[in-house]
């Protein structure tokens, strides 16, 4: 046992090996122990520690060896902390081999039921099923192994060959098929003539794989719903297995399905294969009726038009199938598109001659009314009906957003140790970080013994606990780059508590000037990282009883009477305000409420205190607006310095902002750096502050001036849209927060409505909605900006046309035509003005929002001219974009003139 552990510390794998190997099964297991001791030691240190890199492997080979079960073996083989340090392969497979058959596939098929991410390597499990001659385990883990050891042709041959020789090519091949996830190798299997679609074709050809089930393990991957790329690996498949007219015949209700619910490409596929039976003949018309009733219901006009296509030919071709087919063609009235609308009623007026029965006729004169306007007049006058008079609109937008009040602090330690855990697990929001700030003051001023050790659970499990326990005694603090997120401040504040951090460290934090250099984040990023390491100078020093700057609400508004009660308080107690947190508390204080405002600095005044004096002045000064203007970055002129030599979509429109002195006087200097103008040009585009997590707490710093805090975050929303970032989430809070909406919040919205991510486009209706139902979106400010992006190239129009028709579909027709009434007239212009070679480019997208303006006019009936509107809708053709434009003229020509 002595000579095992002596290898193994000392990292020797080879003489490991040798030692064990000739140990008995009860020697083996007497030495677990000593081993299981040594692994817990190991997981004190980083898996790239130097020891750790030295002793594992060696580590991991005696353990394996040394379980005598087959589940422990294969626990200790697959675990975690092995992975990146395990033992060669050929050395656990001598150290394996002695065991039986039985032994050896049980622990095959337990590492190959683990997860993919396990990494367990597959020349381990395929050489322990070889040596026990089981059935192969065609599991997630195995298969993708497997996949990965053949490789992409980069193995020196080709793949074809190296299939050729697996001795388990069909239970391989069928778990392949059924793998969870394919996208995750996608890239192995390649495309091309030495691709995995084509060498499968090829073994189905040479008989060594069945084709019938390669056939049917094919489809019904699709047909379970393939991931986003998967059609990439089964299309070219079924394509090269050449399906015969009768066996694509006998699958029409997989054809069916497919066209109806598949990814794009599958679905084209499969109505290639349809409309090839339907006009052979190998249709009934019952079921080309059923397909079409799925293709016509798909957004995408590609596959609409070519439906409309085969069902006009099989019209023409057979009249007896009008009464089945013309009501299925109809159901193309309600499309989003308009020219889709048009092609299926100008099919219907090329038939309805052929049309006797009443009950067919009934369904199209019901189907008309989910045609536009102009196209419902048509109908009408065809299949002669009324047109029922439009009713009147009524604006729906969502209930005005309210404010919720934060709960007091936790009572008891072990409350507020549950919530500090939950926290930093997961994050949290405004109100619960709060929270749990005044808790941990107040719980470290009543009894620091008793809060220390309620948190022994939490703190056990961060991670600057473990590096004490590797002989960092203290932390240092970091006052370069401030806080990222909200859960380092709490680690610093835990870690002071625990005496992780040495005093000097803490007011060199505390004491440290601002740099001379910063990002448009830094006066918000410096107030929280001053107001965190001020606290925890404090927790150290002189604790507080409570904080003052605790909002009362979750927007991180504080309620001036409030905040006179715990200025009290801090006068009984005969205890010193820290200016950081009182400075905070001034910011945070509603000053809107003009009569309680009043009344708190008269209550404040008769404290008789330095603080109490300071926020009766504050109460009464009033807010201070701040003078806005746009500034440009142009592709030519001046531009921005960190824009220089970097490609851009097009200029952005940033917002700078006047100096605001009030934000400096009577404040500590950690606060003076939001006195500051903010400008386009010179502040640094590209810091530090990547975790979007941050923002809200940023907005509760000035939680009653959010166009101040907006334009500082405008930077990273013109990304959303320009550089295709991410970050638009804390747009709701923005909408909901208070304070002047002006140029920069509004900029913001309009570059989050043309985020490249959906998320961040919903989060950009969100907030668009919040502000339209508590009265604050000017639609005229709004549009004009997202005309100038659109028409810059900024923001692309299709993305706009999306969050737009999302915004519509709530009800809010009449906001979002009033929007795009201001946002379209600048991309008309642009194109009209566009030369030739250029139009296609100014065109782009700009369709889809003509139609959602066009849907919106519709519904509430908007009346009246657009510019630039009637030159496009008299071009040639019949694209989308002079369709829609046609409709939206004619909409707002109907309303005009009812």
Known sequence: MSALMAAVRAGNTAETLRVVRGMTDAERRACLPGLKALRAELREFSPWD???????????????????????????????????????????????????????????????RRPVSADVPYELMAGLVSRSGCEVPATDAYVTGWVRHIGGGRRGGRVLDSLRREPNLAPLVAGLFALTDLTGIRWLLGDGPDSWPSALAALAREGLLDRALLLDACVARLLRGAGGTDHRILLPVLAGLGLTREEERARIADWTALARDAASPVAAHAQTVLGAL??????????????????????????????????????????????ELLPVVARTFGHEDVQMQERAL????????????????????????????????RAAALLDIAVEPRATYEEVLPPVPEPVGLAPAPETAEELAEELGALLASGGDVATFERALDGLARHAYRDPDALREALVPVVSQRWWAAANRQGVDHLPVDTRFGHSNAREGLDLLLAVLHDRVRTCDLLNAVRRPPSAHGCAHSGLARVFDARLHALAHRLRAEPLPLLLATPTWSTGLLEPGELVDRLAAYRRLDARVCPTDFGQALLRVRRDDEAAAREAAVRARTLGTREGARLARWLGAGTESSATRLARWLRTGATAPEAAGRRTRGPKILVETAEVPELRRGFPPEFHWLARPVSAF?????????????????????????????????????????EDGRGASVLPLLAEADGEAGDAVHLCVAYGLGARHQEDRLAAVDALLALAARGQLDTVRLGTDLGELVGSGAVKARRLADSA????????????????????????????????EAAAVA????????????????????????????????????????????????????????
Request: proline share 4%; aromatic share 2%.
């Open 682 to 722: 010179t502040e640094r585009r590209h810091c530090h502050h990547w975790d979007d997590s941050i923002r809200p707490h940023w907005l509760a710093v000035l939680p009653e001036r959010r166009e101040l805090v907006a334009a500082r975050l405008l930077p990273d929303l013109a990304a959303t849209a320009v």
């Open 346 to 377: 100008k099919l219907v007026e090329r038939h309805l001659g052929k049309l006797d029965g009443q009950e067919s006729r009934d369904e199209l004169c019901s189907a008309a009314d989910r045609l536009t306007p102009a196209l419902r007049t």
């Open 278 to 323: 339907a006009l052979d003949g190998g249709l009934t018309v019952r079921q080309l009726a059923e397909a079409s009733e799925g293709l016509l219901f798909r957004v995408e006009r590609k596959l609409v038009r070519a439906q409309l296509v085969l069902l006009g030919k099989v019209l023409t071709r057979d009249p007896g199938a009008v009464a």
């Open 50 to 112: 130097s020891r750790s890199e030295r002793v594992r492997p060696a580590l991991h080979l005696a353990g394996a060896a040394c379980h005598t079960g087959a589940a422990a073996a294969a626990a200790w083989i697959g675990a975690g902390d092995m992975r990146w340090q395990h033992a060669p392969t050929d050395a656990l497979l001598r150290a394996l081999e002695t065991r039986g058959a039985g032994w050896l596939a049980d622990v095959a098929h337990r590492l190959a």
């Open 843 to 898: 065109a782009r997208g700009l369709g889809d929002l003509l139609a959602v303006a066009a849907e919106c006019a519709e519904r509430s009936g908007a009346g009246g001219e657009l510019p630039h509107l009637a030159e496009t809708a008299a071009r040639g053709g019949s694209s989308r974009l002079v369709t829609e434009a046609r409709r939206l003229r004619d909409a707002l020509a109907v309303a005009a003139a009812a």
């Open 805 to 836: 028709r999302t915004a519509a579909s709530t009800g809010a027709d009449a906001t979002i035509w009033r929007m795009l009434r201001q946002a379209l007239p600048v991309p008309l212009a642009g194109l009209a003005a566009a030369r030739p």
